[in-house]
């Protein structure tokens, strides 16, 4: 397990999409986007990014690690705040550069730092072609 | 509206947070991360990438336009395949560098270009540290 952090890189297409090999595609940055809901609810909580690191260590210890790409660190998600998200099902996309975390939150049960549930709290609201945001 | 395709530049943490003007983070190289999800079900479908042409463009047209990375090109979601993307509703995150997009699909309803109905088809399974793909 002392290489988990080190993912295969990623062999042709049909490999990608068809194959049982885990060959995340990050980006020129090092990061793979993350979208993590709710388990059982399946509301979208935040969408993230990782690096190797921070998916491997999500792998090891079955809880969300991301790239703080503010804070440039690796971020265990809850360590200062309780809001720890234990991964309940992890999941690929077809060309394997985006990972889908479903996860349980503790604390509060709260993700976003705004002290919301959800980062995604306001809607994009078109009028007359003109957007506004509300909160939804 | 012959500039909707020129978002104001994002202000301010606090306006960016709690504002009600969209002015979307696009990162470096011009794109912001899409999350659709299916807006009945809230199956996760596709993530994505806009940069500010495709969100003007579904802003105004109510469709999903993204920015393909691989083709490097304006991609209207469905234009070739019938699976075209109503958008429904529309959300941003707190530091408005994430889109989400509720949508009904027109056409067999999938989004996949491998012909599922979601590009998420395939778990991530963890044995003794291992990582496996599995179809769902």
Redesign the interface.
Known sequence: ?CA?NTFPAPGPKADL??????SPRFGADGLI?C?T?EATT?E?L??AHMNAEALART??T?EAWYWSRSRQELWHKGATSGQVQTVV???????Q????LKVKVAGDGGC???G?QS??????E?T???????V?
Chains 1, 2 share one sequence.
């Open positions: 397990m988990i999409e068809e194959g049982t090999v885990l986007t979208v809901t399946g979208l935040m969408v792998v090891q079955g099902e992890m999941l690929v996309d077809c060309d550069d985006a990972i889908w976003c730092h705004t919301r980062c995604f709290y306001r809607k994009i078109v007359h072609g003109e957007t506004r945001l509300v939804a």
